[in-house]
């Protein structure tokens, strides 16, 4: 069972959705009701439900068949749908410069092999994106926790679930082995998972996204945009194709 169809029914519970991340978002469109936004890696659709209640037009993709099925059904609008696509497809999938805002949070981008395909991710990112979209971004602080060695993330606890998250000492082809425990309250049941994850670093990131042409790159510590530090495990990334 893959790591996302096995949280999926607790994924709500084990992440809620932040009023700091909506209002991120929000603060970034300039006119909701002419707005286009791509939610990438959208799980079950909570925060782009609550973009598309603003009249925003919102199409959410993940890879999950299991997350948009459950978005689908529980947002259903006339300016909101969801599909199950491979953001490294999305070229392919919609027209060239047919987004006012693409977001990418939760870790997703990570996800992908190598920096190969992160690089070709930003690239049709870029390709959807209208001559003034913004890209917006949002993974983990690597070079924090390659240099602390950090085993161990803050475990994510409430009446409902507990999920630890583990680095192990190993690493494979370049990713961190990523390994997580949760376990459901109500039952006693414990999932187990082991994933691999790109230390997809702030310089790598930020030279990725010159290269593509982006503009007025900015790097935040939490959804706040209070500005990037070297001792923080978030981070929030901005650019921008317009001036």
Do not use: W
């Not at 082809?173 to 790109?198: P, V």
């Amino acid at each position: 069972m893959s790591f996302y169809k096995s949280i999926s029914k607790s994924y709500d519970n084990i992440f809620p959705l932040k009023e700091s991340m909506v209002n991120y978002v929000l603060e970034s469109i300039s006119d909701y009701s002419s707005c286009r936004l791509l939610d990438i890696g959208c799980a079950t659709g909570h925060m782009a439900g609550t973009i598309a209640a603003k009249d925003v037009e919102v199409i959410g993709i993940d890879l999950n068949s299991e997350m948009i099925k459950y978005a689908a059904n529980n947002f259903e609008k006339d300016n909101i749908c969801f599909q199950v696509m491979d953001m490294l497809k999305i070229e392919e999938k919609f027209k060239k410069n047919s987004f006012d805002i693409v977001t990418c949070f939760g870790n997703t981008l990570v996800h992908l092999t190598n920096e190969e395909e992160i690089f070709e991710a930003l690239k049709n990112m870029k390709a959807v994106l209208k001559a003034n979209g913004k890209l917006l971004i949002q993974i983990l602080n690597y070079q924090y926790i390659l240099d602390k060695s950090i085993k161990k993330l803050p475990i994510i606890e409430n009446e409902y679930i507990k999920f630890e998250r583990f680095y192990t000492e190993q690493i494979r082809d370049e990713r961190l082995i990523f390994e997580t425990r949760l376990t459901i309250r109500n039952t006693g049941e414990i999932i187990s998972n082991e994933i691999y994850l790109y230390p997809l670093l702030e310089k790598q990131l930020n030279t990725y996204l010159e290269k593509l042409g982006f503009r007025n790159i900015k790097f935040y510590k939490n959804f706040n945009r209070e500005p990037a530090s070297y001792n923080h495990l978030p981070l929030v990334v901005e650019a921008s194709l317009g001036e």
